[in-house]
C-alpha cells in the first residue's frame, strides 16, 4: 500500500510540475524579441546588441557556453552570421542546433528575400548572394518569421504548442493593425540615402525610394569622390541620411552638410530586452525618421 501511494504521489507531482522552458539563444535582438513574443517564457540568451554589426563578431567564450544548453537557436541567417556563427556552433558541441536539425533556426529561410543572386565574389565586397539578410526592418517579414517560430517551437516543445502558435498569431495581428498607420505617415517620404543595404527592406515595404548609398561596395568605406559623386546626383532633391550606431558617421554628416539634408543615427535592432512590443516601438522609430524628410 505505501509502494502505491508513494507512485501516486510521484505521478501528482509530475502533473503539478511546470513545463519546462525552452532554452533558447538568439543572434541578434530582433531575433530576441521574436522569440520574446511567442515563447515569454523561453530562457533567452541574445548574442549581440544592437549596437554590434553581425556581420563583423567574433566567436566568444561566453557564446559557445549559451549555444552549448540551447535547444534552439534562432538566427538571422541568408550568411549574415557567417563569419563568427559556425565556429561558435561548432565549438559548443551540441548537434541539435547546427544546421539542418530542429533546433536551428533562419529567420532569412523562411521569407522572400531581395537582392537574390548577386555577385558570389567576395572581392566586390560585403555580397550575400543568396539574399540580403536584412529581413527583419520589415514588419510584415518578420510577423511570417514568427509563425515559422512558432510552429518550430511547437514541434520542439508540444506541451506548450498551442501557446506558441497562438502567440505568433498575436504578433503578426498586431502587426497587420499597424501597417496602415505607418503606410500613411510614409505616403510621401520622399526618399532615404543608407549607409549599406540594410534597411532595403523597410523601404520597399513602404514604397520609399532607395536614393543611394553610402557605401560604393558593400562592406567598403567611401571616398571623398564618393561623396561628391553621390552629393552630385542628389543635389537639389529632399530626403534623409540613416546610418547604423557601428558605421563611421563621417561620411554621412559630410554628405549632410552638402546637400543639407537631415543625418540620423538608428540601430537596425531594438534593444536587447525588447519583446515583441518592442520590436513594433522600434519600425515607429524608423518610419518617425523617414517620415521626417
Do not use: C
Not at 523561453?42 to 548574442?47: E, F, G, K, M, R
Request: glycine content about 10%; aromatic content about 4%.
Amino acid at each position: 500500500m505505501r509502494r502505491l501511494l508513494t507512485g501516486l504521489w510521484a505521478g501528482l507531482a509530475l502533473l503539478a510540475a511546470p513545463v519546462l522552458a525552452l532554452d533558447v539563444v538568439a543572434t541578434s535582438p530582433s531575433m530576441g524579441a521574436l522569440v520574446r513574443a511567442v515563447a515569454p517564457q523561453a530562457q533567452l540568451t541574445v548574442l549581440a546588441g544592437p549596437d554590434r554589426d553581425l556581420h563583423a563578431l567574433q566567436a566568444k567564450p561566453s557564446m559557445i557556453r549559451a549555444l552549448r544548453s540551447a535547444d534552439l537557436l534562432v538566427a538571422v541567417g541568408a550568411e549574415l552570421e557567417m563569419g563568427w556563427l559556425p565556429a561558435a556552433s561548432s565549438s559548443a558541441a551540441n548537434p541539435d542546433i547546427l544546421p539542418g536539425r530542429e533546433g536551428y533556426f533562419e529567420a532569412a529561410a523562411q521569407v522572400p528575400l531581395l537582392d537574390v543572386g548577386g555577385p558570389a565574389d567576395r572581392a566586390m565586397g560585403d555580397v550575400h548572394p543568396a539574399g540580403n539578410p536584412h529581413v527583419d526592418l520589415d514588419p510584415v517579414r518578420m510577423a511570417q518569421v514568427a509563425e515559422a517560430l512558432g510552429a518550430r517551437m511547437a514541434r520542439l516543445h508540444p506541451g506548450n504548442a498551442a501557446s506558441y502558435r497562438a502567440n505568433a498569431r498575436r504578433f503578426a495581428k498586431a502587426v497587420e493593425q499597424r501597417l496602415p498607420q505607418w503606410q500613411a505617415e510614409l505616403a510621401d517620404a520622399p526618399g532615404a540615402v543608407l549607409y549599406h543595404r540594410d534597411a532595403i527592406y523597410l523601404l520597399e515595404r513602404f514604397e520609399v525610394p532607395l536614393l543611394g548609398t553610402i557605401e560604393p561596395v558593400p562592406g567598403v568605406p567611401p571616398s571623398g569622390r564618393d561623396l561628391r559623386a553621390l552629393a552630385g546626383k542628389l543635389r537639389g532633391g529632399e530626403g534623409i541620411i540613416i546610418h547604423a550606431p557601428y558605421q563611421s558617421p563621417k561620411g554621412p554628416r559630410k554628405l549632410g552638410r552638402e546637400l543639407g539634408w537631415p543625418v540620423e543615427t538608428l540601430p537596425l535592432s531594438p534593444p536587447v530586452s525588447a519583446d515583441g512590443d518592442g520590436y513594433l516601438r522600434h519600425i515607429d522609430r524608423w518610419v518617425s525618421a523617414v517620415a521626417s524628410a
